[in-house]
């Protein structure tokens, strides 16, 4: 098969080669349709029954987490100057196209009772600049006597004071939310300018806003930096150009397939399919690598350009073939989740892997085959002398000290054992953005003074039309939200309760003293006045359901982390709902974006084990029809299975947690790492049948011809993923460093305990007659001679007078 393979490549490589650059110009076109992504919240099934509440929360009440809350602590903003341009920037900010409406201190209103409408009109305290300190005075006393900004807009303690705004719908999930969001910062640093008060962000649109932004600056960043790193490798490596100028032509086409795909399955560019081009360089690389150095290997053997072509695509089309899709298994394992940014993880990038065996098996050898012949300059390459040195001193150690080195692995995976049961699964609403980035500082602003921005939600269902006016059902719910307020990562709550205790200050002419629920004697005249509202800012309804059945508390809270908050929910707001509500027909969920974000990394980390042991499975079934061999199964798997338990250890003593991004490594790296094993097997196996079934001696050859392309791949991985630690996100940091030092551990293991366990568990013995697949493969570096099975009939190559050109017929 690949014989043909290897002639119909080398016949037809022109027509090969425009239809690759048709595929690439279709991708292309696809390619520019690909948009960032603004909804990072698709971690939870749509089944689940936390989200069906929360979706029907949205179409009741809308959305939970569309405030931007701009905070400052400064005594000179209660200067009536600069407390003007303070009201001056609101108004500003409330004219922005995406705004909604803006609340804070200088643009606060009240209610006044219209006795003669019956009802309650709204109007701002400060409706122009005040003329005179005692005006000011006067007008800030009124602000401040409107319990219902008490604790939300203003902290009584200190002085800071906060400004919210609510961001519409349509801006929220679209590229206009990074536009607006620098807008509002823009102002900012003029009002900053104007009176030296600093300002604070944050609020969930400002932050993904903030990660979407460098989402797309780190994805430019690192295709470049994992160009620039390989194609460095490549050229100290080869010493020649044309080996780094075509990997790169084949990494360059693979990147525009990669937003090709994108495109055309309809996804997004979030901060996982963000780092997929960057990965596709350093996976995709190792492949030309093989291949170019196979097609010198066979070159410098014979002298024939065209034979040492085929050869490449016949003796290790097969290999390459497994090594890409072991590798592609670890992404594709992820479309198994039901979490939709995983699975387009796993979808897109895996496609890509295998899509990078595809061109480099069909532009290598129709490349080289064009270019002029290799000369001894671009053959150099061939030697490792340093790296003879160190493959001698490892084969010494595995036939002289074998016991040393299972000594050591033992040690090694007993002190990891006790290290991974120190991980912890934490995961943070900002998780990725480093500590000392300037949104971590402005979030710590907010829950040192408000209680955090983060929001959360409580639906109340009474089950009763009008069941919420009820003086009885609101007395209970102000009791429950008074003992949220006593807690300290909570803020002040907002709903009914607290328009209806504005509303009887407002009665009583706005005396803060009358600030209180009504009793069944006042509720009637109250409520009456309520009625005739007209709620023109949708606020009310924002709250309560038509029916007046159901109605909506609206909290923040502060940024505690996952186990944090589940413990505030199940072991503090649970019990008190228990508490309160017993006895009555009032139910009460809890919902919103936090929980939500909270449970669904949650998801991320049960589905990313269970793709971890897919997997495993896969490759171990991939490996057993390559060998059909139970024992050669089981020493395969072993020594890439300890390099992934090294690095949970890693984890457990740094106190690295467990979360997504780090989740995430251990099914990718396996399919990774596993490619050395198939390539030292491979080998070992033929080196069985050559010298007689001693299995000493094929380990030492096997070590010292496929040492060296294992050593050399395994640098390149490693530069290439250690990039990703120059990452903002500490996710991404954590993805780069742990890959890269799970990936160099694998590399000795793989070149020290793989060839130790050959030595003391295999016998040698192998059946003559079975035929497994892997007797199909050989390895670019390796340097005996063997006897070409070509059919050279099927080729004729014809040389000009001056052996300039070639061409090649059929």
Not at 65 to 85: M, R, T
Not at 294 to 315: D, L, P, W
Request: charged share 20%; net charge neutral.
């Amino acid at each position: 098969m690949w014989t043909k393979l290897s002639h119909i490549i080398i016949k037809y490589r022109f027509w090969l080669v425009l239809v690759l650059v048709a595929i690439t110009a279709f991708m292309g076109y696809h390619a520019k349709d690909v948009e960032m992504s603004y909804d990072f919240a698709k971690t939870v099934p749509s089944d689940d029954p936390d989200m069906v509440v929360f979706q029907n929360f949205k179409k009741q009440f809308g959305e939970d987490g569309n405030l931007v809350a701009v905070g400052l602590k400064d005594s000179s903003i209660y200067e009536p100057e600069n407390f003007e341009k303070f009201r001056e920037l609101c108004l500003d900010i409330s004219k922005f196209e995406g705004v909604n409406n803006v609340i804070s201190l200088p643009l606060i209103q009240r209610l006044e009772k219209d006795t003669v409408g019956k009802k309650f009109d709204l109007e701002y305290i400060f409706k122009s600049a005040p003329k005179t300190r005692v005006e000011f005075d006067s007008l800030f006393q009124q602000a401040m006597d409107q319990k219902f900004y008490s604790g939300r807009l203003v902290n009584k303690t200190n002085g800071a004071t906060l400004m919210l705004i609510s961001i519409k719908k349509e801006v929220l999930n679209s590229s206009k939310r990074q536009g607006l969001t620098q807008e509002i910062i823009d102002v900012g640093s003029k009002f900053e300018e104007d009176t030296h008060i600093q300002l604070h962000y944050a609020g969930l649109p400002f932050v993904r806003s903030v990660v979407a932004g460098k989402v797309s600056r780190e994805m430019k960043l690192f295709l470049y930096l994992s160009i620039a790193v390989t194609a460095f490798i490549l050229f100290l490596f080869f010493r020649t150009w044309d080996a780094v100028v075509f990997p790169m032509t084949i990494i360059a086409i693979i990147v525009v397939w990669v937003l090709g795909t994108l495109g055309l399955f309809g996804y997004k560019i979030t901060l996982l399919t963000g780092l997929i081009p960057p990965v596709i360089v350093v996976i995709g690389i190792p492949n030309c690598v093989y291949l170019i150095n196979k097609y010198h290997q066979e070159f410098e053997k014979h002298g024939n350009k065209f034979k040492a072509v085929s050869t490449v695509v016949r003796k290790i089309g097969l290999v390459t073939l497994i090594t890409n899709f072991t590798t592609a298994i670890g992404f594709l394992v992820l479309a198994t989740t039901d979490i939709v940014i995983l699975k387009e993880f796993g979808i897109v990038a895996g496609i890509n892997i295998m899509a990078t065996f595809i061109v480099s098996i069909i532009l290598i050898p129709a490349v080289f085959s064009w270019l002029p012949p290799p000369k001894n300059k671009q053959l150099k390459h061939l030697k490792f002398k340093g790296i003879d040195k160190v493959l001698t001193l490892m084969d010494l150690l595995i036939h002289r000290h074998r016991s040393y080195i299972y000594g050591a692995t033992i040690i090694l995976i007993i002190v990891s054992v006790y290290g991974t049961l120190k991980i912890r699964a934490v995961s943070y609403m900002v998780d990725d953005l480093p500590e000392h980035s300037e949104v971590i500082r402005d979030l710590a602003f907010f829950e040192n003074n408000f209680s955090g921005v983060m929001p959360l939600e409580i639906v109340v269902d009474t089950h009763k039309r009008r069941g919420v006016i009820d003086v009885g059902n609101l007395r209970k719910i102000e009791r429950f939200e008074k003992f949220l307020a006593s807690n300290k990562d909570i803020s002040e709550p907002v709903s009914l309760v607290s328009f209806v205790k504005a509303a009887k200050q407002a009665y009583y002419n706005n005396n803060p003293a009358r600030y209180s629920l009504p009793d069944r004697r006042e509720r009637n005249y109250i409520l009456r006045y309520m009625k005739g509202q007209d709620d023109t800012s949708g606020l009310f309804n924002s709250f309560v359901d038509s029916t007046l059945q159901k109605m909506r508390i609206s909290l923040q809270v502060a940024d505690i982390g996952s186990h944090k908050m589940d413990s505030l929910i199940s072991n503090v707001i649970e019990p008190e709902i228990d508490s309160v509500f017993t006895g009555s027909d009032i139910t009460l969920d809890i919902t919103g974006t936090t929980p939500l974000f909270i449970k669904g990394n949650n998801f991320l980390i049960h589905n990313l084990r269970t793709s971890l042991i897919l997997a495993f499975v896969i490759i171990a079934i991939i490996m057993a029809i390559l060998f059909v061999n139970f024992r050669m199964i089981v020493i395969s798997l072993l020594p890439n299975l300890i390099p992934l338990i090294i690095t949970a250890g890693i984890m457990g003593y740094a106190g690295i947690p467990l979360k997504p991004s780090t989740a995430l490594i251990f099914s990718i790296v396996f399919g990774i790492s596993v490619d050395d094993s198939i390539h030292f097997l491979a080998k070992y196996r033929q080196e069985l049948f050559a010298n007689r079934f001693f299995v000493p001696m094929a380990v030492s050859k096997s070590l010292r011809e496929t040492g060296a392309s294992m050593m050399y791949t395994s640098i390149i991985l490693f530069a290439g993923f250690v990039i990703f630690a120059w990452s903002d996100f500490g996710g991404t940091v954590a993805l780069g460093i742990l890959t890269s030092v799970t990936l160099l551990i694998a590399m000795f293991t793989n070149l020290i305990l793989l060839p130790s366990l050959l030595m003391t568990f295999d016998d040698g013995k192998r059946n003559k007659d079975a035929h497994p697949l892997i007797e199909q493969y050989d390895d670019g570096f390796y340097q005996e001679d063997e006897d070409e099975e070509i059919d050279l009939d099927l080729i004729k190559v014809e040389e000009n007078n001056n052996n300039s050109s070639k061409e090649i017929n059929s």
